[in-house]
């Protein structure tokens, strides 16, 4: 069994997802399965999908389309890893992600939850997450 089960669903976002898919497979942290959900896509990420080889790589094709909370649920009801990592399918993780994560899981065990973001887009303002213990609790 994997350390960690990563949770990525997708609905219609062929021009983000195999960046995004890559910046998983990339990780410095290897001990993963990336559990890919195609929730009915109809701009051609099904088949962007279908062409990733990567054994680590377990993924689903739905038609018609289920919504997200389905998409997620079936994901955690696959899970086999000791930690759920959520990703979507136009995000970037950095290639320490998972490292930095489990690690900090594994040093903390009365952290039930932890995460972590940026945000930035060319052409438009960087917005910065909330960061501190209030913050993310407001």
């Known amino acids: 069994m994997p350390r960690a089960s990563v949770i990525l669903p997708v609905y219609n976002n062929a021009a983000f997802v195999l960046e995004a898919v890559h910046s998983i ?81 594994d040093q903390n065990p009365s952290i039930d939850l932890c995460g972590g973001a940026y945000t930035t887009s060319i052409g438009r303002v960087t917005r910065f997450n909330p960061a501190s213990h209030e913050e993310i609790r407001t």
């Open 25 to 105: 497979l990339v990780q410095t942290y290897s001990d993963f399965e990336l559990i890919l959900i195609d929730d009915g896509s109809t701009d051609g990420s099904a088949y962007l999908i279908s062409q990733i080889t990567d054994p680590r790589v377990i993924k689903i094709f739905h038609s018609p389309n289920r919504g997200l909370v389905a998409t997620l649920n079936e994901g955690l009801n696959m899970a086999t890893g000791d930690y759920i990592v959520r990703m979507d399918s136009d995000d970037i993780s950095t290639p320490e992600r998972l490292a930095v994560q489990i690690s900090f899981m």
